[in-house]
């Protein structure tokens, strides 16, 4: 059985909450085209055996774009048939927050991207705005940006789930058909 996905799906979660895995097996019942768009950078060991783990848990039948910065031109060039993950939109804001890009265009390019493309999409991205307040205003500033680009992302997904340990809990839509 093959299922059908909107045009825009957001999967939110905290770190090592099953969100990517989640994303991945409900993209990958969908019978199409599969591209995976990476947004992370291997600056570090940790993150290049993160990276390796992700790969092998996917497996065959993804295309990967890494695209650390720019979404729009793997977004533009993905066909009607397929259907795309970001993964993930937290590590994408990083590298523009890190780049001191202004993040108000970035998202808005991001946004439009999303809107534009061909096929659908899901996007990935860390809920942050739980914890403590951080202590250094750069840290404050991301999660402050953070959740201005989920509540973007959120407000024009026609699906958002939340992911606890593993699980879905659906925010607004429905999911489609076994993907409980």
Same mark, same amino acid.
């Given at each position: =059985?093959?299922?059908? &996905?909107?045009?825009? /799906?957001?999967v939110l +979660? !905290? ?9 991945? #097996? ?10 995976? @768009? ?8 940790? =993150?290049?055996?993160k990276i390796?783990?992700?790969?092998? #848990?996917?497996?065959?039948? %993804? /295309? /990967?774009?890494?695209?650390?910065? *720019?979404? !729009? ?12 993950? @970001? *993964?993930?939109?937290?590590? %994408?804001?990083?590298?523009? &927050? @890190?780049?001191?890009? *202004? ?11 999303? #809107?534009?493309?061909? !096929? ?10 739980a914890g @403590? ?6 840290? #404050? ?12 992302? !959120? ?8 992911? =606890?340990? +593993?699980?879905?809990?659906? &925010? ?9």
């Open positions: =059985m093959t299922v059908s &996905l909107p045009d825009l /799906t957001l +979660g !905290a770190a090592a909450s099953g969100k990517s895995a989640f994303a991945e #097996r409900m993209l990958a019942a969908t019978g199409r085209p599969l591209t995976y @768009i990476a947004t992370a950078q291997a600056f570090d060991e940790e =993150m290049r055996v390796v783990a992700h790969q092998a #848990r996917r497996g065959a039948g %993804w /295309t /990967t774009v890494e695209a650390p910065l *720019d979404l !729009a031109a793997p977004l533009a060039a993905v066909e009607p048939e397929g259907a795309v993950l @970001i *993964d993930c939109a937290t590590l %994408w804001l990083t590298n523009h &927050l @890190i780049a001191e890009h *202004d993040l108000t265009t970035e998202e808005s390019r991001l946004l439009h991207a999303i #809107r534009d493309a061909a !096929a659908p999409v899901v996007v990935v991205s860390n809920e942050v705005g @403590i307040v951080p202590e250094n205003a750069l840290a #404050r500033r991301f999660r402050a940006a953070q959740g201005r680009l989920n509540q973007s992302l !959120a407000a024009r997904a026609d699906l958002v789930v939340a992911v =606890m340990a +593993g699980l879905p809990l659906v &925010l607004k839509g429905h999911l489609p058909e076994g993907q409980a």
